[in-house]
């Protein structure tokens, strides 16, 4: 749409009073868009401004309050601060924001061009067309407005991202995300600001796998049919036969590919600092919206939409009626839908699709692990013979047969033993404190053996809530108690058991703090040890639905024994 050049030029100008801080509407933009294509300002749309409004934040402040710890400050200051789309602030807040999930050590200078050069034998961009990673959905390599060559560069630095990133096997979303990005950056800095957001520990940005994605729009259909209900309601009965895995299978396209690109951008200046969360609470909004104009515009009327509800909502979006700034206040005035909410039905989501073993669709099969694949090296049985107070090399197997398949292809190590270096909770957590996942082992002066597989870092007992509280139980639903004897068993999740809410005391995984350690929770706690690693107690727990682990309950502890596994 063209902008309205109507009234004269003073009038216009007060429109743009406090809005447009730089003289030249471009400015913000990298030399590799094509500006002339975007909507900087609609004049039809924009506040009337009172002289009142707040001065927008700048990019100093913002860095000021992430060096202080102030995440909590900086979410609300993204949320709240309407940067027009051509504000050069983002040049230097975005890269800001992304480098604060950065987990590897910080790139040296020129790290980039050198893997350039490695994949490409040239720094050189090369006139023709780049094969793309496997890992890429051709059909939504989105360039927005990039030029011929910003287009060549986002396809150069997926690749190269690619090859220092084997473990990105499906991440259809990751080229839009690189083309976003190089509207506002160099090529090199959008590659060091995506190389955070697949790095990150902390938050979700990107998913890198084929079951992190079905995982991720199954989590958004299930939390809409919570949150959105009359919508989900009024389009299964326009369209009985619906089935709505086929319209929330590409959720993430309602945003990527149809909200228009201010929007867009809006979006992701919270986004690159909350993480993929932000992005469900755009979705429910457009359902909503989507739903209220479907009963009042004959446009989206039922006889229109009921043969295609999922290319309608692409569509509706291209034309979504409200400005970016009332799409996120809605966004953000969700109720009931905290990080720990989404996080519970993610890994509920993802534990379900495993138990079943289905990925994709049902269309290929996650290969359960067996004791015979996979095994521990030569080398390593003989370092934990050596080694283990706990472990023979029967029990091992029996152990490696019930490990999640993709940690069956490391190798153990031995991280922490009280048998060489003692007694303390606090060298526990020294040695073994950033390593996910682990198995513990414990052996009583009873002779009984048994443990967990502990899916997350014991130092997230540290991570602070939005709230800047620390949160009481960490972990997932891979976290699995076992038994080696006098009895072998294995205790999962109860949640995998089914689909059926079981309530906040069956996820209670891990806990952890200077005192004590606990391992499952609800009505009893599966195992807990005291801060000099002596005595414990096991009783059953809601988590694991587990027996207690050794009859006494009680237990006095000869040795505990804690591996990682080398190269994750």
């Known amino acids: 749409m063209p902008y309205h050049r109507g009234g004269d030029a003073s009038s216009q100008a007060d429109k743009l ?38 001065a927008l934040r700048s990019h100093t402040e913002i860095q000021q309050l992430l060096q202080q710890g102030k995440k909590r400050d900086v979410k609300n200051i993204l949320r709240e601060n309407s940067w027009p789309i051509n504000s050069p602030i983002r040049s230097q807040l975005w890269p800001l924001l992304c480098g604060q999930h950065q987990t590897k050590q910080q790139m040296l200078d020129g790290f980039y061009w050198e893997m350039v050069h490695q994949v490409f034998g040239t720094t050189e961009l090369s006139e023709k067309p780049i094969m793309l990673p496997a890992f890429v959905d051709a059909t939504h390599c989105l360039p927005y407005h990039l030029t011929s060559t910003g287009r060549a560069v986002a396809d150069r630095i997926v690749n190269v991202l690619g090859y220092d990133c084997p473990d990105i096997t499906y991440s259809p979303v990751l080229y839009p995300i690189t083309s976003i990005l190089l509207h506002f950056m160099s090529e090199e800095e959008a590659y060091i600001c995506l190389a955070g957001l697949v790095g990150s520990k902390e938050k ?103 043969n295609d509800i999922g290319n309608a909502l692409i569509k509706f979006c291209k034309k979504i009626p409200v400005s970016p700034a009332k799409l996120l206040h809605a966004a953000f005035s969700i109720r009931g839908l905290s990080t720990q909410y989404i996080s519970r039905i993610f890994i509920k989501t993802e534990m379900l699709l495993k138990s079943r073993s289905v990925l994709n669709s049902g269309s290929k099969q996650l290969i359960k692990s067996r004791s015979s694949d996979n095994l521990p090296t030569s080398q390593s049985q003989v370092n ?47 040695r073994v404190e950033q390593h996910e996942p682990t198995l513990l082992m414990i052996k009583t002066c009873n002779n009984e053996v048994f443990g967990a597989y502990c899916s997350s870092r014991w130092f997230e007992r540290n991570v602070k809530d939005d709230k800047g509280q620390r949160q009481a ?60 690693i002596r005595f414990g107690k096991t009783d059953s727990c809601k988590t694991f639905n587990n027996p207690p682990l050794c009859p006494s309950g009680d237990f006095e502890i000869r040795v505990l024994e804690v591996y990682g596994f080398v190269g994750i």
């Not at 400015?27 to 039809?44: C, M, N, Q, R, W």
């Not at 029990?395 to 033993?417: A, G, H, K």
């Not at 139980?473 to 080696?484: M, P, R, V």
Request: glycine share 6%.
């Open 384 to 430: 934990i013979q050596m080694m283990s107070h706990t472990l023979t090399i029967r029990e091992l197997f029996t152990l490696w047969s019930w490990l999640p398949v993709r940690i069956t292809m490391y190798q153990p190590v031995l991280l922490y033993t009280t048998e060489e270096h003692g007694c303390s909770l606090t060298t526990f957590y020294v």
């Open 473 to 532: 139980y960490f972990g997932t639903g891979e976290t699995f108690l076992f038994s080696l004897y006098p009895e072998r068993a294995k205790y999962p999740w109860v949640g995998i058991e089914g689909d059926k809410d079981l309530g906040h005391s069956s996820e209670l995984f891990m806990a952890a703090d200077s005192k004590m350690i606990t391992i499952g929770g609800g009505e009893g706690q599966a195992i807990w040890m005291d801060e000099n």
């Open 204 to 306: 979700v940005f990107i998913n890198q796998t084929k079951l992190q994605h079905e995982v991720t729009w199954k989590t958004v259909m299930q939390i809409a049919k919570k949150h959105t209900k009359s919508a989900i309601s009024y389009f299964q009965r326009i369209c009985p036969g619906l089935k709505l895995e086929r319209v929330f299978m590409d959720w993430c396209w309602w945003i990527l590919a149809g909200l228009p690109f201010q929007h867009l951008v809006r979006i992701m200046d919270c986004f690159f600092h909350e993480g993929i969360k932000v992005l469900y609470r755009v979705a429910l909004v457009i359902l909503n919206l989507f739903h209220k104009e479907c009963q009042s515009n004959n446009e989206w009327s039922p006889d229109n939409i009921k």
């Open 17 to 54: 009073s406090g809005i447009v801080e730089e003289s030249d509407l471009y400015e913000g933009f990298a030399p590799h868009v094509e500006t002339s294509e975007i909507k900087t300002l609609d004049f039809y749309n924009l506040p009337k401004q009172t002289g009142k409004e707040p």
